[in-house]
């Protein structure tokens, strides 16, 4: 089971909204709502931030959201702050009863 | 407060075996399937395997199949993974955490680091 696709990188500003994909395909993204994405410093536990393709896990921002086209899913930050800078991990279950996480992102606010 | 306390882990040889716990707090336990998911220096997350609320299935990521065990006990609020033939590759920080395969991973542990060298 190959790693889902992400950027390695993405940064923006202070306020602005950034976009992380999280390419899959039709045995994983494409096939299941069981998409989440994790928020991840490290030395720390991941946290999840978005589960189910867009539902916000508790305590998490309304500045998260999730969605997904295709065998693409997506996380984007509106409103960019700077505790947002983390590294950024989507997964899915598979076709094959077990789950893969992406290669993850770094967000960097500037 | 939920928790999850991974220990065991340790430097061992090529080949070697090791075994993992995971302690368990301030949640249902036996409600929630659970993983392993583990973190090499440097690189990213990769999800080792999953085992459903009764402990009565478990599905493995091919790079551990064969290798890898999962358990649990429910009594006890404990997850166990058992390595054996242990590789190089698998050197990394080990985390429990809530969810099986399907669902999400609402709570981690900090992580366990295993060093095969």
């Known amino acids: 089971q190959s790693a889902l696709t992400q950027p390695a990188s993405v940064s923006g500003s202070p306020g602005q909204s950034i976009t992380v994909s999280c390419a899959g395909t039709s045995s994983d993204v494409g096939a299941y709502y069981y998409v989440s994405w994790y928020q991840h410093h490290p030395g720390k536990g991941p946290k999840l931030m978005i589960y189910?393709?867009?539902y916000r896990a508790s305590g998490v921002s309304n500045r998260f959201s999730g969605s997904k086209s295709g065998n693409t899913a997506s996380l984007t930050i509106s409103g960019l702050q700077a505790e947002d800078e983390a590294d950024y991990y989507c997964?899915?279950?598979?076709?094959?009863?077990?789950?893969?996480f992406g290669t993850g992102t770094k967000v960097t606010v500037l | 407060e939920v928790q999850l306390v991974e220990s065991g882990g340790n430097m061992v040889r090529p080949g070697g075996s090791l075994r993992l716990s995971c302690a368990a707090s301030?949640?249902?336990?036996?409600?929630?399937?659970m993983s392993w998911v583990r973190q090499a220096p440097g690189k990213g997350l990769e999800w080792v395997c999953g085992?459903?609320?009764?402990?009565?299935?478990?599905t493995y990521a091919d790079s551990v199949k064969g290798r890898f065990t999962i358990s649990r006990d429910n009594a006890k609020n404990s997850l166990y993974l058992q390595m054996n033939g242990l590789r190089d590759d698998d050197t990394a920080f080990y985390h429990c955490?809530?969810?099986?395969?399907?669902?999400?991973?609402?709570?981690w542990g900090q992580g366990t680091l295993v060093t095969v060298s």
């Open positions: 955490a809530s969810g099986g395969a399907a669902a999400a991973n609402d709570y």
């Open positions: 301030g949640f249902t336990f036996e409600d929630y399937g």
């Open positions: 085992i459903n609320v009764f402990g009565t299935k478990a």
């Open positions: 189910d393709i867009s």
């Open positions: 997964s899915s279950y598979t076709s094959s009863g077990t789950r893969v």
